[in-house]
């Protein structure tokens, strides 16, 4: 056998060999294969729960979404900024020397506030607010008349 003839065979059988051990490194030994397949289950059962706490959170929201999403989004808007506008009206007519047409003003102002009337249906977190609601125009009722009689 000459050189050209081994040159042949090294050239044929060096490819083959390599494949046969990289596939020797490569191959996973059954043990292997099963522990990375127990590693998959895990991964998908943490998903499956993730997922499954998720869906029930979303079924559990509080009580307020619901609300939310059956009132009128504008009456929904009016009530949740009443409360702040009350406390500021009521700073600024305690502060002030407030003339009587002010007085008449700020009342027409919060009458057209679209809030609920007292035979509409009403939620919980609403009846606070419309009892200061309430009590602020009994206030400037009270004010108007008081400045009328001056």
């Not at 009846?127 to 009270?142: F, G, N, R, T, V």
């Amino acid at each position: 056998m000459g050189f050209e003839e081994f040159k042949d065979l090294v050239i044929i059988f060096t490819p083959i060999i390599s494949a046969v051990l990289i596939y020797r490194q490569n191959k996973k030994s059954q043990k292997e294969m099963k522990m990375e397949l127990e590693n998959k289950l895990k991964e998908m059962d943490k998903e499956t729960e993730l997922f499954q706490k998720r869906s029930s959170w979303d079924n559990s929201m509080p009580q307020t979404n619901k609300y939310m999403d059956q009132m009128d989004i504008v009456r929904q808007g009016n009530i949740a900024n009443l409360s702040s506008v009350i406390e500021w009206i009521m700073y600024y007519i305690n502060k002030e020397d407030i003339m009587l047409y002010e007085l008449e003003n700020i009342k027409v102002m919060l009458l057209n506030i679209k809030v609920p009337l007292d035979h509409e249906e009403m939620y919980p977190y609403e009846i606070p607010i419309m009892i200061k609601y309430k009590a602020i125009i009994k206030y400037l009722d009270e004010k108007i008349k008081n400045n009328n009689g001056l």
